[in-house]
């Protein structure tokens, strides 16, 4: 790798720039007195004029390099050099100046002819810049100022152009020509322009320089702060911003006008040198303790006093005569800033230019005196500080042209008029090195950063990056271009070139920016470049890191540029291969260092592009090179790499030919086929269901389809050569092993390749047995759905497979005891063991079983062996095996079947023996568990499945002929039907691990934890206690309520009763939420599970006494279950339980589920004594003291008015006196409330004849007559009774006689008629306390009827009930 000149932009209309410039000024003066009056306030016409010459543009634009030589042809004389030329850093606008005038290029975009966008240059603006009379532009840069957004990336916000006359005016322009500010700092010719902007400190000892431009005068220089300059040019830019904007209005633009802040400068007078030609402003510097004393000594004598520290100073460096060069330090602090009152003179500038124009707009005519009145009047210039010089390099015959500061601030490259040019420690200020033969020189720098994958001798990254230093020579004498190393290095590139080119380098980057906005900044700059004005090229310098090192290191560093340059090379999509291969070969050939050429042959086999012959090719010339080398120079691991990985391709490349031949091998083995034919019809049906719940195909992505074909660079990653010249596969990820295994084997599977052939071939590259039989499984067990395609044709292949691969060396070993284990059979009964997917895993084990047989039986033949029993080990291991398989099948097919539509659904569980084993006891179980709450199925539902299971016998033989049947109907047959068939076969697998009180504890609890996760769902809950109702063992009841009572009810029972007895009443929804985690009416269900399930739990506790506790097993196939213990077996080790205590439990539940449905204000705790109270929420294991006794009678009438709510809040639910619908069996309407509230009353001690009898008031006042009756027959005490029901039947009468709508004439006459004990009595009546007063008479004659019946004859209202029984039968017959 060497240096290069790059062409990265291309100079449009440099011709017209050219015309613009050098034609006769005399010939056009109206023009360009036009030009300059508008210079003062130009608008940006570009727009405006591409838009009229869009077609010329066009054309222009799309000239080749050879027309734009065309145009440029007859300009051989170096026009170029006579011009003031400045580039932007980030090469978007170029400034070319001459005499009074100046032309802007502005960087645009095209589309060359073959469609690629490239850069140009157009020309922005032309005018004239000079203002003054007879004054001339002397330098010029462009400045880019960064953005001050936060969303900017390093691009600048615009540019501004700096331009120096000869008048000592300094003026300032935005791209388009439109001046901001203009500065007389001196009246002297400006000399020089220069910049220096931020640059990261690259180490921490680095001195962060300050940002300014630097303007030298003919005996002066002035510095600018960068932070003040970039505040004035932003002020200024945005005032003409809102001039432009509001220029049809001249008043409102007039009186608009912000100040810009002041320009902090500092001025010097360079004193004791003759001629100064150029500078270079070097920056803050702090000397050491020694060059401060050897200073101090030698300016102020023996006796000269030193500070404490070292003063910060500035160094300027100056070239010119009298001395040759000249050293300045300027003590910072011995001069105070400057403020220039400039800013009023561009404010009135700025507002007079506008009212001139405006003037021209509205039609008036001023005074030309007038309006060059102000612009006659110069500012004040502030005298300079005299600043003399601390030491120089004189040398009277030599005159100093040109100085250029290197980046790093400690070289500087002199140019003479000796045609020499000098490069100079600024640092010890002397002359280091001198090149001769370069007059008229123009020279640049270049620092180029080290890459981060070179530097491979520290492990820390956080180091920082090493820059190498060139200096860039442009001898236009010679037309030669030459790139030196630092310091003392050699020439390291050379380029001819044109004679007429400028070398344009700027030495600054950004403007404004500081070290907090330029993190994350990438800076797009150019440092060197070179303008061709010929052919309108700009070009800059390419060089590498390693052309600053030496010998080994710089050869090592080759290594590594090659290295890249393969990497772009194989990156390259559009490259043809025959030059790929070459240009490879050429690179991995060149490169020396053996570590690197690993490297690079490494990165060349993991390219994926590349063709297998193309490596083949590349790798065969790279390995027959290094055996032509020596012994005693080949790295052995390079030759190694080469050997092995053409052994790899090769092996590659037959695999590859052998899958696309044509000729397939016939199959030679049917006759050995016959047991596993037998078998493959006996699991038909099995595999017919399963196949039609697997998962339908997806949407994926076409590179991860197992069709696809395995690249060559994914087989090479795979594999590896050992020492011992075998071939070891590396197990990555499971995909690309599997894809592995696609590759050799599928094929084969799919009888499309001579599989014998493909076995050989692997066998010959000395691949282990045991690793192709692993390929082999995985390939048969990932493409299960294509396996179940065409089963028989598949196993019959991979029977012949799997005896091929026995039968290789070092499968089956020789000394193998039949009466052992063999692992080559048992790495096949593990991997089936391990499979997820049951259908391919069982094919496999029937026809690894039957090969297996084969073996041992042809062994035990040859050996004349008679001891069939040491056989027989290896052989119960596979009918174990498959048998397990068949079992995991047929859960698999049941655990597949999708959810119904709208059910909660959920993530299908995969199961294999090895989960089952791994999930203990209770496995199964559990499996089936969550897939009856995947399908929703109720309880009622589940127990009639098992029913029937129960009652059919799970013999063998008759499975077999159902399963035949039921296939045939499955067509019909509904998906329920399907479902509860599928259940019932796997509850026949499984008779023991899937027995009824298994499911439904397993289900119970399934439902449970399902609504732990979503107390909302209270339907969970409720289905888990009626699954719990279903388990017929109350030992297994009473642990499962335990369980569920302490895991998961307990704390939410406690905060729900906590919660009513703070607020007093049933709490609000969003209480509720609060405090239990889940709404009012969740609550309501979950207190209505918690009195079923301690109900549940009292009843198991009677029972338990009575029956002993079942015995559980298991299947004998499945006895090596090892894991959690099962539900029932966690059940049965629970403690028994505390009656009392459940009962008292149950009884606050009942409280609290009552007052929840019928809103019923109460404090729990109130109907509790203190005893009560603490026995609640306590482990139900635990003999707690218990209430005993009489209660205190306000107790009990607490208790009982509460009983009373209830009651009343019933009867108020059932209030549709004319429905005949039975009452719902849950709900504040279930019919057994009132039974409930007798038997609270009576562990309340509440007397139940009192809940009856206002039972039996509230049925009559709600108009329900019926019911009042039948529960009047269980009422004890009849008098107070019918005390209480005399007094309803009068609020009856007393609404039909005296608050009725439609009052009656008769009615009228009875009321006339009757006693006036009775007629008193019935107006003291209200029949307002009557909830439903309205009853038809007969109903009223009846509960009169009932009310003689009742009442004895002695009683003191007998008489009265007769007079009421008179009048009701007067008005039933008037009626």
């Not at 995909?735 to 390749?753: A, D, P, R, Y």
Request: a negative charge; hydrophobic letters at 40%; one cysteine or more.
């Amino acid at each position: 790798m060497s240096c290069s000149l790059f062409e990265f932009c291309r100079l449009q209309e440099f011709k017209t720039v050219r015309h613009f410039l050098f034609r006769n000024v005399k010939s056009e003066p109206v023009e360009e007195k036009s030009q300059t009056e508008d210079n003062e306030l130009s608008w940006d016409t570009s727009d405006w004029e591409s838009a009229w010459e869009g077609g010329d543009n066009k054309e222009e634009e799309s000239t080749s390099d050879k027309k734009v030589a065309d145009d440029a042809g007859g300009q051989g004389e170096p026009w170029l050099q006579d011009c003031v030329v400045s580039l932007s850093p980030c090469a978007d606008l170029l400034v070319v100046a001459r005499e009074q005038k100046a032309a802007f290029l502005s960087a645009k975009w095209r589309t060359d002819d073959s469609g690629r966008e490239e850069m140009t240059l157009g020309v922005s603006w032309t005018g004239t810049l000079s203002t003054e009379e007879g004054e001339c532009v002397s330098s010029t840069i462009c400045i880019p100022l960064a953005s001050q957004k936060r969303s900017s990336t390093g691009r600048p916000d615009w540019t501004c152009v700096v331009v120096g006359f000869t008048s000592g005016y300094v003026r300032f322009y935005t791209e388009s020509g439109v001046l901001l500010l203009a500065q007389l700092l001196h009246e002297d010719p400006v000399l020089r322009l220069k910049c220096r902007t931020y640059e990261i400190p690259r180490h921490p000892g680095v001195t962060e320089q300050h940002e300014e431009l630097s303007i030298l005068y003919p005996a002066a220089m002035v510095t600018i702060d960068g932070f003040s300059l970039f505040q004035s040019l932003r002020a200024c830019r945005n005032q003409v911003a809102r001039v432009f904007a509001t220029k049809h209005s001249a008043a409102a633009a007039g009186n608009d006008v912000i100040q810009p802040p002041p320009l902090a400068y500092k001025k010097w007078g360079l004193q004791e040198m003759d001629t100064i030609v150029d500078h270079s402003s070097v920056g803050v510097m702090t000397l050491c303790v020694f060059d401060q004393m050897k200073n101090a000594s030698i300016l102020g004598g023996f006796n000269a006093s030193v500070k404490g520290s070292p003063p910060a100073m500035s160094q300027y460096v100056t070239v010119g005569s009298g001395p040759y060069t000249g050293f300045y330090y300027a003590i910072e602090g011995s001069s105070q800033p400057l403020l220039s009152h400039v800013a009023m003179a561009v404010a009135s500038k700025l507002t007079s230019a506008l009212f001139s124009a405006a003037s021209g707009w509205l039609g008036w005519n001023k005074n030309k005196n007038e309006e060059e009145a102000p612009q006659k009047q110069k500012p004040k210039v502030e005298p300079a500080t005299p600043l003399s010089i601390r030491f120089g390099l004189p040398d009277s015959r030599r005159h100093g042209e040109s100085i250029c500061l290197s980046p790093c601030n400690t070289l500087a490259g002199v140019t003479d008029d000796f045609g020499r040019v000098t490069l100079l420690d600024l640092a010890r200020g002397i002359a280091i090195r001198m090149w001769k033969g370069y007059r008229d020189a123009q020279l640049g720098w270049l620092q180029v950063p080290e890459e981060r994958s070179e530097r491979d001798l520290s492990p820390s990254v956080s180091l920082p990056r090493r820059h190498a230093l060139f200096l860039v020579i442009y001898a236009p004498r010679r037309g030669i271009l030459e790139v030196w190393a630092m310091q003392q290095g050699p020439r390291v590139g050379a380029f001819t070139v044109g004679k007429h080119c400028r070398l344009l380098y700027a030495g600054y980057r950004l403007m404004g920016v500081n070290s907090v906005t330029s993190q994350g900044w990438q800076l797009h700059t150019q440092q060197v470049c070179l303008l061709d004005p010929i052919t309108g090229a700009l070009r800059t310098v390419n060089i590498p890191f390693h052309l600053a090192l030496s010998d080994k290191k710089s050869e090592r560093a080759k290594d590594m540029h090659l290295v890249k340059k393969l990497t772009t090379l194989l990156r390259s999509r559009d490259i043809e291969l025959d030059i790929l291969e070459s240009e490879a070969r050429s690179i991995l050939l060149d490169i020396k260092h053996p570590a690197v050429k690993k490297q690079a042959l490494e990165s060349l086999l993991s390219n994926k592009n590349t063709p297998v012959s193309c490596l083949v090719n590349i790798i065969r010339a790279l390995d027959d090179t290094l055996k032509r080398q020596e012994p005693e120079e080949v790295d052995t691991e390079l030759l190694q790499l080469c050997s092995s990985q053409l052994k790899l391709l090769q092996l590659y490349t037959d695999i590859q030919q052998l899958h696309s031949a044509t000729d397939v091998e016939e199959s030679a083995e049917n006759d050995s086929l016959e047991g596993i034919e037998e078998e493959l019809s006996r699991v038909a049906p099995t595999l017919q269901r399963y196949a039609q719940f697997t998962p339908r195909p997806s949407v994926s992505f076409a590179q991860d389809s197992p069709d696809s074909p395995l690249p060559a660079q994914a087989f090479l990653s795979q594999l590896e050569c050992t020492e011992d010249e075998e071939v070891k596969v590396i197990r990555r990820s499971e995909t690309e092993w599997n894809q592995l295994g696609n590759f050799l084997f599928w094929s084969c599977l799919c009888g499309k390749s001579p599989l014998h052939k493909v076995c050989y071939t692997l066998q010959q590259a000395s691949i282990s047995p045991q690793q192709l039989l692993s390929l082999l499984l995985s390939v048969w067990l990932h493409r299960e759905k294509e396996v179940l395609q065409k089963p028989e044709e598949n196993v019959r292949n991979l029977h012949r497979l799997l005896v091929a691969l026995s039968n290789m060396k070092g499968a089956v070993e020789e000394s193998w005891d039949p009466q052992s284990i063999s692992p080559w059979w048992q790495q096949v009964r593990t991997t089936c063991v391990q499979s997820h997917n049951a259908a391919a895993a069982l094919l496999a084990a029937l026809v690894a079983h039957r090969a297996a047989k084969a073996s041992i039986t042809s062994r035990a033949d040859s050996k004349f062996q008679s001891e069939w029993e040491a056989v027989s080990l290896e052989l119960e291991q596979w009918v174990v095996c498959v048998h397990q398989l068949e079992d995991v099948l047929v859960l698999q097919t049941l655990l597949l079947v999708p959810p119904p539509p709208g059910a909660t659904g959920g993530a299908t569980v995969q199961c294999s023996i090895k989960t089952l084993l791994e999930g203990g006891t209770g496995g199964i179980a559990d499996s089936v568990s969550k897939w009856v709450f995947r399908q929703d199925i109720s309880p009622e539902r589940l127990k009639e499945i098992l029913q029937k299971s129960g009652n059919k016998e799970a013999d063998d033989n008759v499975e077999q002929r159902d399963e035949e049947e039921r296939h045939e109907k499955e067509k019909s047959q509904e998906d329920t039907d399907r479902t509860a068939e599928l259940l019932l076969a796997v509850c026949q697998r499984f008779p023991h691990s899937l027995s009824p009180d298994f499911v439904f504890a397993h289900c119970c609890w399934e439902y449970v934890v399902q609504w732990n996760k979503d107390p909302e769902e209270g339907r969970y809950l409720c289905w888990s206690v009626e699954h719990l109702k279903m388990v017929s063992s109350p030992h297994i009841q009473q642990g499962v309520c335990t369980m569920m009572w302490s895991t998961f009810i307990v704390k939410r029972f406690s905060a729900a009763t906590f919660l009513m007895e703070k607020v007093g009443k049933a709490p609000k929804d969003r209480l509720c939420r609060r405090d239990v985690g889940m709404g009012d009416k969740a609550v309501t269900s979950f207190l209505g599970c918690c009195v079923q399930l301690l109900n549940i739990l009292m009843e198991a506790d009677s029972a338990v006494e009575e029956v002993s506790a079942p015995e559980l097993s298991i299947e004998e196939a499945w006895s090596g279950a090892e894991g959690p213990a099962s539900i029932a077996e966690l059940a049965l080790e629970q403690r028994g339980v505390h009656y009392p205590l459940v009962q008292h439990h149950c009884l606050l539940a009942s409280l609290l589920h009552a007052a929840m449905t019928f809103s019923v204000k109460v404090k729990p705790f109130s109907l509790f004594d203190s005893k009560g109270k603490n026995a609640f929420f306590r482990d139900l294991t635990t003999i707690q003291l218990m209430p005993s006794g009489d209660m205190d009678p306000g107790l009990v009438s607490v208790r009982q008015e509460f009983l009373l709510r209830v009651l009343t809040g019933w009867v108020q639910a059932i209030d549709d006196p004319s429905s005949s619908t039975p009452l719902p069996s849950s709900g504040p309407k279930a019919e057994w409330w009132p039974s409930l509230c007798l038997e609270l009353g009576s562990l309340l001690q509440v007397n139940p004849d009192i809940l009856r009898r206002h039972l039996v008031c509230e049925l009559y006042s709600q108009g329900l007559d019926l019911r009042a009756e039948e529960v009047m027959l269980e009422v004890e005490d009849k008098d107070v009774l019918g005390s209480q029901l005399l007094v309803l039947t009068g609020q009856r009468l007393s609404y039909s006689l005296l608050h009725s709508q439609n009052q009656t004439q008769a009615a009228m006459e009875l009321l006339a008629r009757l006693p006036p004990t009775l007629c008193t009595w019935l107006k003291a009546m209200d029949p307002h306390e009557l909830r439903c007063p309205l009853i038809p008479l007969p109903q009223t004659s009846r509960l009169v009827g009932r009310l003689i019946e009742i009442l004895p004859e002695n009683h003191a209202q007998y008489s009265l009930a007769l007079h009421l029984l008179e009048a009701v039968e007067v008005l039933t017959t008037e009626d």
